[in-house]
T-cell receptor, first 112, second 115 residues
């Protein structure tokens, strides 16, 4: 079946460096994508979203890039801070199917 | 502050007992959802409700039941028929029922342990 996946289950980044978390999707009909951050013992928090008519969207310290040609989504976090430690997962939505699929998540570990 | 409140945070039950997880939202959202989260897996949809007094099964509804008597509340009952109930349960809501046009808002979850 169609699914959302992540390239790396764990990512370790030096504090102050930029982080890049990747997500691959296989449903070419997906037209809306969301990144969530989940801290230990808490529910997922919305970070940023992007629709398929865009290639890039920026927020505060975060940027999401969408490459529809290779069905790839990435989340870039600038100047990573200790508070960024969490699991990050992507979600893809196909409005045609009226379905949301969540990825398994990547754990971001910040090195001092 | 508006948000979704799940209670309790931790719940312990003996095998064979039914247990009800609470989810309340004051966001005035139409749609509410229950997901199950297991280690190494993406969120899986149990039940969802797009409007009061109506709900639909998700991908893993067996062994669960829900009700939606009020817009603000969407409790989930884990019955003794659920084969593997120990998990982290997440409730979510969204402003518009039907298509996913905006991100889901999540509660902070209830961790259920059944022994």
């Amino acid at each position: 079946g169609e699914s959302v996946g992540l390239h790396l289950p764990t990512l370790s980044v030096q504090e102050g460096d930029n982080s890049i978390i990747n997500c691959a999707y296989s449903n070419s009909a997906s037209d809306y994508f969301i990144w969530y951050k989940q801290e230990s013992g808490k529910g997922p928090q919305f970070i940023i979203d992007i629709r398929s008519n865009m290639d890039k969207r920026q927020g505060q310290r975060v940027t999401v890039l969408l490459n529809k040609t290779v069905k790839h989504l990435s989340l870039q976090i600038a100047a990573t801070q200790p508070g960024d430690s969490a699991v990050y997962f992507c979600a893809e939505i196909s409005h045609g199917d009226d379905k949301i699929i969540f990825g398994k998540g990547t754990r971001l570990h910040i090195l001092p | 502050d508006g948000g979704i409140t799940q209670s309790p945070k931790y719940l312990f039950r003996k095998e064979g007992q039914n247990v009800t997880l609470s989810c309340e939202q004051n966001l005035n959202h139409d749609a509410m959802y229950w997901y199950r989260q297991d280690p190494g897996q993406g969120l899986r949809l149990i039940y969802y409700s797009q409007i009061v007094n109506d709900f639909q099964k998700g991908d893993i509804a067996e062994g669960y039941s829900v009700s939606r008597e009020k817009k603000e509340s969407f409790p989930l009952t884990v019955t003794s028929a659920q084969k593997n109930p120990t998990a982290f349960y997440l409730c979510a809501s969204s402003p518009v029922s039907g298509n996913y046009n905006s991100p889901l808002h999540f509660g902070n979850g209830t961790r259920l342990t059944v022994t």
